[in-house]
């Protein structure tokens, strides 16, 4: 069964750091592309990152600079490295496999992940 | 970037109502267009994807049409599991962008 399971939520300072992982079984990182999408408390979805089994990566506006997506193949994990957090980023982070390698790209974000909480405050 | 207009953001609707929701994009997005349904503090669901393709084991009530710009996701007999919030996405171009949603509530 393919599963992917976040950890890393948590209460935060404005301005702080804070890293989410994604934990994948069934699957292997590499060998696909790994989006990360968030949602604010009440509010709808946001994509905010994807990293290629080649490693290119994009971001949304709203997090570039700021944000890192990355992978330990080793770990079979996908990484969000947050910086210089916000209010605005308090939400909830999903982790989704838009699709494996080779596979069509049109059938595409069938997978996600439970969800973490990050609240950034004082 | 490219725009996803949901219609409408919400609606009431009863046991057995046909009930349609439409997405349009900002530009053509070549059909790379799924639907999406959540219930409160779940995760997202997907229903359709490819714009008409239906996600295995989801109910045949559920179906997705368009192309180009305008797409449509209709409930054929509204189910009392139903009510919940639905999402357009588009994964043609980045950054992929969701429509605004639409909450589907009992009458």
């Known amino acids: 069964e393919v599963q992917l399971v976040e950890s890393g939520g948590g209460l935060i300072q404005p301005g702080g750091s804070l890293r989410l992982s994604c934990a994948a079984s069934?699957?292997?990182?590499?060998?696909?592309?790994m989006s990360w999408v968030r949602q604010a408390p009440g509010k709808g979805l946001e994509w905010i990152s994807i990293?290629?089994?080649?490693?290119?990566?994009y971001y949304a506006d709203s997090v570039k600079g700021r944000f890192t997506i990355s992978r330990d193949n080793s770990k079979n994990t996908v990484y969000l490295q947050m910086n210089s957090l916000r209010g605005e980023d308090t939400a909830v982070y999903y982790c989704?496999?838009?699709?494996?390698?080779?596979?069509?790209?049109?059938?595409?974000?069938?997978?996600w992940g439970q969800g973490t909480l990050v609240t950034v405050s004082s | 970037d490219i725009q996803m207009t949901q219609s409408p953001s919400a609606m009431s609707a009863s046991v057995g109502d046909r009930v349609t929701i439409t997405c349009r994009a900002s530009?053509?997005?070549?059909?790379?267009l799924a639907w999406f349904q959540q219930k409160p503090g779940k995760v997202p669901k997907r229903l359709i994807y490819?714009?008409?393709s239906l996600q295995s084991g989801v109910p045949s009530r559920f179906s997705g049409s368009g192309s180009g710009t305008e797409f449509t996701l209709t409930i054929s007999s509204l189910q009392p599991e139903d009510f919940a919030t639905y999402y357009c996405?588009?994964?043609?171009?980045?950054?992929?962008?969701f429509g605004q949603g639409t909450k589907v509530e009992i009458k």
């Open positions: 989704a496999r838009e699709r494996s390698m080779g596979a069509n790209p049109i059938d595409s974000f069938e997978i």
């Open positions: 069934g699957l292997t990182v590499s060998s696909n592309y």
């Open positions: 990293i290629y089994p080649g490693d290119s990566t």
């Open positions: 530009q053509g997005i070549n059909n790379y």
């Open positions: 490819a714009a008409s």
């Open positions: 996405l588009q994964y043609n171009s980045y950054p992929r962008t």
